[in-house]
């Protein structure tokens, strides 16, 4: 059990039974909110056909928190992990709906693109190795590699750096740019779930 981060399918995304993983109350108030807004309606790509993004979102997020605050204004914030779906769309602000979600009474939608750049902005501070860290395709990828893998010692110790100081705060940060990079890439939405 637990909260995961995940694709989403054209399929579901679509679909009416947000308890069999349909998304169709989002998707319909998504596209009435960029009609009104003078935007045609979002289409999601076919998604990666055969893979998917997962990842548990389990560490502790107060450092990460607190790395955020002292980095990113309230409004970056938001945008880049205030967000109950992820499209890879540019919005210049995150779009509030009046859907609720499992985990929250509304849903806020975020661009990737938006979330992407502070991702990079923030790697850089902390001197992430993303050339070292899986870049996500398979189930769990990243809990993987910073949790149960001797990987993350192993690239520590030839690559140090403030990331290796708080591995809670750098697994957040990559767990955010790489939902963007993947939503972006494979043209689909990503969700809590």
Known sequence: MGVYLVSIEAG???????????????????????????LPPYEPGPGAGGSWFEEKVSPSMKGFDAFCRDRLTEAERETFYGWTVLVPLSLEEPIRLPVGSAYADETVVAGAPQVLALGERLAGILGLPLDAIPATGANLELVLWFR???????????????????????????????????ALRYGCPVTYS
Do not use: K
């Open 12 to 38: 579901e995304w679509f679909g009416a039974d947000e308890g069999a993983g349909g998304h169709g109350a989002v998707a319909s108030a998504f596209d009435d909110e960029l009609r009104r807004r003078g």
């Open 148 to 182: 149960e893998g001797d990987q993350v010692a192993g690239t520590a110790a030839a690559r140090p750096g403030p990331w290796a100081e708080d591995l809670d705060t750098a697994f957040y940060v990559t767990l955010y740019l790489r939902a963007a990079q993947y």
